[in-house]
């Protein structure tokens, strides 16, 4: 950072409890002890009103965790290569992880990652909520390995599911994109909350009451029941990951 050249300004807003988008120029450095050699930006938690934590790390070509990061009982975990390679570690298992692969650390496992080169990543993690017969597994993929499918029945809006749709997992992670003049089939209003990181292009969102230009390396939180959709624009495919939560009844 350096001295600024024109009157401060940004797009970011937050409305806790709600929503908040967040752009890539306001993102600050956050220490964080088990990650070192990285610049760890935290984007959403439970201070601002989402039910999860997310972060946006940038590695640099010693970036690392000094053991298995969000490895505490309760908590699962996902990691998102967003470009770079990675040597990550779940549990038993080791693998290369390059860009657009992605695993998910069931509850208590945790995951260690070091850095091959310069890369930047996703980390989530979030409170496992438990069903009695059922349980998650360590998934590992690759977004580039995954076919879009149409989204409902719109040929210009496409989805990717991340995760297994099996009752074991409470959480999915989704990459949808939308083609130029692609947009959601209605304003959903809906109890899940959705963190999402803008993988590319530009799009029109609609956020509560407001439409915002939004556009690659952006973060968005919506609260739940908040009215959202989105619109595609410019030349570029607008696509984004998002979490959601999954079948689980809200808990009293």
């Not at 017969?133 to 580039?144: E, K, R, T």
Request: glycine residues 12%; hydrophobic residues 40%.
């Amino acid at each position: 950072m350096s001295y600024p050249n024109d009157l401060l300004s940004t797009r970011a807003v937050v409305k806790p409890g709600l929503w908040a988008v967040i752009p890539k120029d306001g993102l600050v450095n956050n220490v964080i002890p088990g990650i070192e050699g990285c610049r760890v930006s935290i984007v959403a938690s439970p201070k601002m009103g989402a039910s999860f934590v997310q972060y946006v790390v940038d590695a640099g070509s010693h970036g690392k965790t000094l053991g298995a990061w969000a490895a505490e009982c309760g908590i699962e975990s996902f990691l998102y290569c967003a470009s770079g390679k990675l040597q990550v570690c779940v549990g038993e298992e080791k693998k290369e992880v390059t860009s657009g692969g992605y695993v998910y650390a069931p509850a208590g496992t945790g995951i260690s990652f070091k850095s091959i080169g310069e890369s930047k990543l996703l980390l989530y993690k979030q409170v496992y909520i438990p069903v009695e017969g059922h349980a998650p597994y360590i998934v590992w993929g690759n977004v580039n390995e995954i076919e879009y499918r149409i989204y409902e029945d719109m040929e210009n809006v496409l989805i990717k599911d991340l995760l297994p749709t099996e009752i074991g997992f409470d959480m999915n992670m989704h990459i949808l994109a939308f083609k130029p003049g692609g947009c959601h089939p209605i304003v959903e209003t809906h109890v899940q909350e959705h963190g999402a990181y803008i993988l590319s292009g530009e799009g029109m969102y609609f956020m509560d009451d407001r439409w915002m230009g939004i556009k690659k390396d952006d973060f968005m939180w919506f609260g739940p029941y908040v009215p959202q959709c989105a619109y595609g624009v410019g030349r570029d495919l607008f696509a984004y990951i998002y979490s959601k939560d999954c079948n689980r009844d809200v808990i009293l």
